[in-house]
T-cell receptor, first 114, second 110 residues
């Protein structure tokens, strides 16, 4: 049981390049999330999904797109990277069981855009 | 979504009890309170959740007064390894998203 895994762990992009971050969970969780965390700051929600085939915007969705084609995977795409997107990206998942709020986080992806 | 307010930072010494209070004045009837811990370069880790009164697990206690407008995370006998950022979150039963604030940075000294 690997929990939540993220690929890649590190990446350096040039402005204007595109990339996709992959999040995978093996806990059969319905909900999945993408957050970004800038240095010294809290986590900000980018996009989330409440089930396979569904996605929704969070606090800071601009410049990102997501897809949830399979229940276990949640992809975050940057179509044209900007230096302002330099951050650490965390994926999380949780069950939709009533009254249970524990989110399981991945190890993060450190992205630098030059 | 209920907005939360926490102290930016706190200092403590090993062996002391630490209490971190979170204010959530506009908490709704269906909202639960959840706390997370985050170490540098790691994702947050769930600590505890509660609805009212007191909840205790193997690592912490959560105190929630009757009006539920605040909550206090209590860490008994902290050690150096408890140095981390602690986040308070509030959300309803069917909340599909939870918002993290800026958290409280706890520094434990020997």
């Amino acid at each position: 049981n690997a929990g939540v895994t993220q690929t890649p762990k590190f990446r350096v992009l040039k402005t204007g390049q595109s990339m996709t971050l992959l999040c995978a969970q093996d806990m059969n969780h319905e909900y999945m999330y993408w957050y970004r965390q800038d240095p010294g700051m809290g986590l900000r929600l980018i996009h989330y999904s409440v089930g396979e085939g569904t996605t929704a915007k969070g606090e800071v969705p601009d410049g990102y797109n997501v897809s949830r084609l399979k229940k276990q995977n949640f992809l975050l795409g940057l179509e044209s990277a900007a230096p302002s997107q330099t951050s650490v990206y965390f994926c999380a998942s949780r069950t939709n069981t009533r009254g249970t709020y524990e989110q399981y986080f991945g190890p993060g992806t450190r992205l630098t855009v030059t | 979504l209920a907005k939360t307010t926490q102290p930016i930072s706190m200092d403590s010494y090993e062996g002391q009890e630490v209490n971190i209070t979170c204010s959530h004045n506009n908490i709704a009837t269906n909202d639960y309170i959840t706390w997370y811990q985050q170490f540098p370069s790691q994702g947050p880790r769930f600590i505890i959740q509660g609805y009212k009164t007191k909840v205790t697990n193997e690592v912490a206690s959560l105190f929630i007064p009757a009006d539920r407008k605040s909550s206090t995370l209590s860490l008994p006998r902290v050690s150096l390894s408890d140095t981390a950022v602690y986040y308070c979150l509030v959300g309803a039963f069917n909340t599909d998203k939870l918002i993290f604030g800026t958290g409280t940075r706890l520094q434990v000294f020997p």
